[in-house]
């Protein structure tokens, strides 16, 4: 279970090393979600780690406060998708820039509570 986590931490640190934002291609598509799962924090972002393993990044958060870390939250917002291709961590040289291929979760406008333990 601790190796599990630190899988999963890992990929939060690497999805959350986005370099090259000019070239990530964004869907216009938004709905209103709710997920519940764990709080955690990422490179440069509080991230939830729902209960079927996906990360969904906080749109204006840095980190939750201490006392929430690792605790199980509810979170309602406005989920956006970002998607990055490999060729958009290439620059003219051919040389890879961090981040990691595939479709990044943001909740905005986000409300959220802790749940009881």
Not at 21 to 45: C, F, H, L, P, Y
């Amino acid at each position: 279970m601790k190796c599990s986590w630190i899988l999963l931490s890992c990929f939060v640190i690497l999805a959350a090393c986005w370099q090259n934002k000019d070239s990530i291609r964004e869907t216009m598509e938004t709905e209103m979600i709710t997920r519940s799962g764990v709080a955690q924090n990422g490179k440069g972002s509080a991230v939830l780690i729902a209960v079927d393993g996906t990360v969904y990044y906080i749109e204006g958060m840095d980190s939750w406060e201490t006392d929430v870390v690792g605790r199980r939250i509810k979170i309602t917002g406005v989920l956006q998708r970002e998607t990055m291709s490999e060729g958009d961590l290439k620059n003219e040289k051919g040389e890879y820039s961090q981040g990691v291929v595939g479709e990044k979760r943001i909740l905005n406008n986000v409300k959220w509570e802790v749940l009881e333990k």
